[in-house]
């Protein structure tokens, strides 16, 4: 008797501890869906042009916030032979978050399919696509970079970058774009 006892005991105060167990699961639950704050958002594969049949496409990150925020406009290397919006420029990614900018890493068209001005016509166009969406995406655009392994082959851009801000003549820099659309 003594053992049935104990068995009894014993259901009842697993079948009480799930039965918190999923009380507490069904408010987290409840929370999550109704009441989770906002985050940080990442928005991935935007057009931000279309060069013939060729849609080129942009990733955002968007902080949490009112904004707005400084932004960076990151363009992969690889002397517009190769490469893609997450080559060579995934480690200015965290910091860039950290920091608290807005940022658009964006895909070009490459040579030799496609000739020279064309990526930097591409990127001059991310540039103006930025700047005409700058509320939507919570960017200042009184402040954007332009930045990643791009060398000076950038350096004469149009869409409103001006003067190059830092980085070696070949290695990569930063172009710094005024707020003019």
């Known amino acids: 008797m003594g053992a049935a006892v104990r068995r009894g ?3 009842r105060f697993v079948k009480t501890q799930v039965s918190l167990m999923l009380q507490r699961l069904e408010c987290l639950l409840f929370c999550l869906c109704f009441c989770s704050p906002a985050f940080a958002e990442l928005k991935t594969d935007i057009e931000f042009a279309k060069a013939g049949d060729v849609s080129l496409t942009l990733d955002a990150h968007v902080p949490d916030g009112a904004g707005p925020f400084p932004t960076a406009i990151i363009v992969h290397g690889s002397g517009f032979v190769r490469g893609d919006k997450q080559t060579l420029v995934q480690p200015l990614f965290e910091p860039l978050t ?9 895909n070009y068209r490459l040579a030799p399919q496609y000739r020279y001005p064309a990526p930097v ?3 001059e166009q991310a540039v ?4 005409q969406h700058a509320h939507e995406y919570k960017v200042d ?7 990643g392994p791009i060398g ?9 970058c001006a003067k190059q801000a ?3 003549r070949e290695g990569g820099g930063c172009f710094l774009c005024s707020e003019r659309p």
């Open 141 to 147: 655009a009184g402040r954007i970079a332009l930045m």
């Open 166 to 168: 830092s980085g070696s």
């Open 98 to 106: 950290r920091a608290g900018f807005a940022w658009f890493t964006i």
């Open 121 to 123: 016509e591409d990127v």
């Open 9 to 11: 005991h014993t259901d």
């Open 128 to 131: 103006r696509w930025v700047k």
């Open 152 to 160: 000076r082959r950038l350096s004469g851009i149009d869409g409103g």
